[in-house]
């Protein structure tokens, strides 16, 4: 059997072109395209192959709805889309949410993380680096895998206590859904998000039993997840060195602290050129030159963005638009957040780093921009970041108030529009939100996947998966199982 | 053994969520629908359309019996997007292989609606044979092929949001598309968006177990029989929500209550939609029991076929 689409001849110094469809073990659908020269990636193209048209499927709704119908964008962050969506309708309908209803909504938020970072790493990138029992789902796999135990014998009983993880694991997700379900109503899919804040108020028992569930996720956290990330890291050294891409990165800040939305957990900032600078929004545009949409609409802010599907574009090929920052291919995600907050690491993470790597780290930066923009780093930056929000998580416990009012009733008005920026667990995202006769007159979505897995810009400038993908090697053209473990490390 | 509706409520629904279904996965019950169809676990098939993978998701929320004995020991998932080990070209092709290899003796679940304009365009799902597969490709080679198509959630069983109204894709339903190319494969619908774990699992446990007593097309006939004229097994689908809703004494004195986060009256008067959706979340409830949709904040009714648009303005009173 031949292991994947390919043309051209194999063999060294040779080139040959991969095809990757479907790249599974993601939400949606994705193709990889990849030239391979000298047992390297150099050239790459992703083709995101699912349209559905969630903008114009929105215009002249109540501005209410959209809240409901954008979580059905991702089953995996429905909450992340529905937090943006009430941001943005809060900002639209002039609505100013209440303390607790703030803290209600991170709570809410910050359970779907825990699970969706658990969920990434276990049931969909594990698959990667451990070996599964010999039962479909988890075979048929490459027959040249390069699994945790290929790299090293001695480490049978790792990957055992791995594939155990995976099964626990999915009983710890499942326990944080009900972490989201105890004040969202259920998930995926959750009804407490609301306009006006969410829409229940927390009561004791409730805070209660949302804390009992939290203890088993933090401690699942602590004694699975991440010492796991870097055991397997540690035997994976070569893969902190590939998959840097353009080493750019944004954030718009995510879990407030404040009423006033001033202090985040995760900081909002922009990262290029080794270099800093501040968020802004101004700054932001879509390119559609290589999308199948009208080239009339190209390189748009998003305020004035149209959605003019064009299926048969020439010289096109994906549905995902390329946004940029000032021109610049940004990567979002749990690297960019943790690269632009730049926390403490984990004591497990800086023993580990010490131990196996002999480094010095003490905050995320000190991991040093090679390490941190590549294929591994991109899994500690998750596991560290999941790390990071157990305290948040057990002082919004602290703060929420049993009984006090969460929910103000908005009031739609006849026009007005809005921005909601949060961040899915898997990366930046914005909602707009136009408001003209009372009814939705514009909605756009520039989400954590079409900033990630965007194809080339109007310049013809990669975008930022297919940039990390150069370089990645690919030794064995039959099995390149290094395509996709870079594109799934983004969580795309 | 001969399933009457009744054993099917009884073994389906309990007050305490999971508890009917965990008692299908007795051991006894696993020996007996192993072996169905084929003398080992059935295979299934899992196609992602135009959807958004929350049903998948939801699956993975099944508690009793845990998803991991649905996956070892009830059924072999031969192809699922977002939890198979292999991917590409040969993932797909193994796909194909085994729907022939399994001929009229595997399950076709289907996630997402099919969206049908510009020849299926809309929705690429991998190539095999060097050719581009679109959904609407993969549903015309596999669907004659399988046993039963599952649609699995509202976008499959009715077109749910990818099919309101804006679509400029042509998405729809498992059914209409079948009527539109004339597939005669029958079709059970589980809706909901997206559909509560047992919904999935115990409909397949019956319809295995059905098939096991009275064959293929005799089983597949008594598992009919259970539907309701929406496609959906009546057991889990077949009470309405506002009729057995805790409310249900506020809605007839008239008690509303004022605001989303009021816990007091019926929530008809911020938009609760229960009276038009038949489905059994007021007993099974979410997420192994925590909450259900009216008790947090409204039902939408999107277990039913004109979800969304016949159930908006989702927060305005009926
Ligand atoms: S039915 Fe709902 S949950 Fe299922 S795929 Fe469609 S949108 Fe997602
Ligand atoms: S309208 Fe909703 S809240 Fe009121 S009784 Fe009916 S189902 Fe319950």
């Known amino acids: 059997m031949s292991s994947c689409a390919r043309k051209g001849a194999a063999g060294h110094g040779k080139t040959a072109h991969i095809a990757i469809d479907p790249v599974t073990r993601i939400e949606g659908h994705l193709k990889a395209e990849v030239t391979v020269e000298g047992g390297k990636v150099v050239d790459a193209k992703l083709s995101g192959g699912m349209y559905r048209g969630f903008e114009t499927i929105l215009r002249g709704r109540d501005p209410r709805d959209s809240s409901q119908i954008v979580q059905r964008i991702c089953g995996v962050c429905p909450t992340a889309h529905a937090t943006a969506s009430v941001m943005a309708q809060d900002a639209a309908m002039g609505t100013k949410v209440t303390t607790n209803g703030r803290i209600t909504r991170n709570l809410i938020l910050g359970a779907n993380y825990l699970q969706s970072h658990i969920l990434h790493f276990y049931h969909l990138a594990a698959q990667d680096f451990v070996q599964g029992p010999d039962s479909a789902p988890f075979v048929p796999r490459y027959k040249n895998s390069d699994l945790l135990t290929d790299r090293n014998k001695g480490l049978a009983a790792i990957n055992a206590a791995a594939v155990d993880q995976y099964v626990e694991a999915l009983d710890v997700r499942q326990i944080c859904h009900e972490m989201v379900a105890m004040f969202g109503g259920k998930m995926p899919h959750a009804q407490g998000l609301v306009a006006g804040g969410a829409s229940e108020i927390p009561t004791k028992d409730r805070i209660l039993e949302y804390a009992a569930r939290f203890d088993k996720v933090k401690e699942f956290v602590l004694n699975k997840y991440l010492p796991v990330v870097y055991t397997v890291g540690s035997q994976y050294k070569d893969l902190f060195a590939v998959g840097q891409g353009h080493r750019a990165c944004i954030a718009y800040g995510v879990f407030p602290l404040n009423d006033e939305m001033t202090k985040f957990m995760m900081k909002p900032g922009v990262y290029y050129g080794g270099k800093d600078h501040e968020l802004d929004p101004s700054k932001i545009h879509e390119d559609v030159k290589y999308s199948w949409f009208d080239d009339s609409t190209t390189g748009l802010h998003y305020s004035k963005g149209q959605t003019k599907v064009s299926p048969h574009k020439e010289g096109a090929y994906s549905f995902v638009k390329a946004p940029r920052y000032n021109g610049v291919a940004c990567e979002v995600g749990p690297l960019a957040r943790m690269w632009i907050e730049n926390p403490p690491l984990s004591p497990i993470g800086q023993k580990a780093l010490k131990e196996h790597f002999g480094l010095d780290a003490k905050n995320f930066r000190d991991l040093g921009e090679d390490a941190a923009f590549s294929l591994m780093g991109r899994h500690v930056a998750r596991a560290e970041e999941t790390w990071y929000m157990l305290s948040f998580v057990e002082s919004w416990l602290k703060e929420v108030k049993p009984g006090e009012e969460t929910y103000v009733k908005p009031e739609i008005p006849a026009s007005g529009e809005g921005t909601g920026f949060t961040e899915a667990p898997r990366g930046a995202l914005l909602h707009f939100l136009k408001i003209e006769d009372s009814k939705i007159d514009n909605y756009q979505v520039v989400s954590a996947t079409l900033w990630n897995c965007n194809p080339r810009d109007d310049k013809g400038q990669r975008g930022p998966v297919e940039e990390a993908l150069i370089g990645i090697p690919v030794p064995d053209i039959e099995n390149p199982v290094n395509v996709a473990r870079l594109i799934r490390a983004f969580d795309p | ?318």
């Open chain 2, 1 to 318: 053994m001969s399933l009457s509706r009744r054993d099917f409520v009884k073994m389906c629904t309990g007050t305490v969520a999971g508890m009917g279904i965990s008692q299908m996965f007795h051991p006894s019950v696993c020996e007996a629908i192993s072996g169905t169809l084929n003398g080992s676990r059935p295979p299934v098939l899992w196609l992602q359309g135009s959807g958004c993978t929350g049903c998948s998701v939801s699956l993975l929320n099944a508690v009793n019996p845990h998803i991991k004995q649905v996956l070892l020991d009830v059924i072999s998932l031969e192809f699922h997007p977002t939890v198979m080990a292999w991917e590409g070209e040969p993932a797909m092709e193994h796909m194909f292989k085994i729907a022939d290899e399994y001929k009229g003796g595997f399950f076709l679940a289907v996630e997402g609606s099919i969206p049908v304009a510009e020849d299926g365009k809309f929705c690429v799902i991998g190539e095999a044979h060097h050719k581009e597969i679109t959904m609407v490709d993969a549903m015309k080679e596999l669907a004659p092929k399988a046993a039963a198509v599952l649609a699995l959630g509202t976008c499959a069983a009715y077109g749910g949001i990818p099919a309101a109204e804006g679509s400029e894709t042509g998405a729809m339903s498992v059914k209409a598309f079948f009527e539109q190319e004339g597939i005669s494969t029958p079709v059970v619908n589980i809706p909901g968006c997206p559909p509560h774990p047992d919904w999935i699992v115990g409909t397949v446990v019956v319809a295995l177990e059905a098939i096991k007593t009275h064959g293929l097309a005799a089983g597949l006939g008594e598992v009919v029989k259970l539907l309701d004229d929406q496609g959906r097994p009546t057991p889990f689908f077949g009470e309405n929500i506002h009729d057995n809703c805790p409310y249900l004494p506020d809605f007839e004195a008239d008690k509303m209550c004022e605001t989303l986060s009021q816990k007091d009256g019926c929530r008809m008067s911020v938009g609760c939609k229960g009276p038009n959706a038949m489905a059994d979340c007021f007993k099974r409830k979410w997420n192994n029991g925590i909450n259900w949709c009216v008790q947090n904040a409204v039902c939408i009714g999107c277990v039913e076929p004109d979800f969304p648009d016949g159930q908006s303005p989702f927060y305005e009173s009926l």
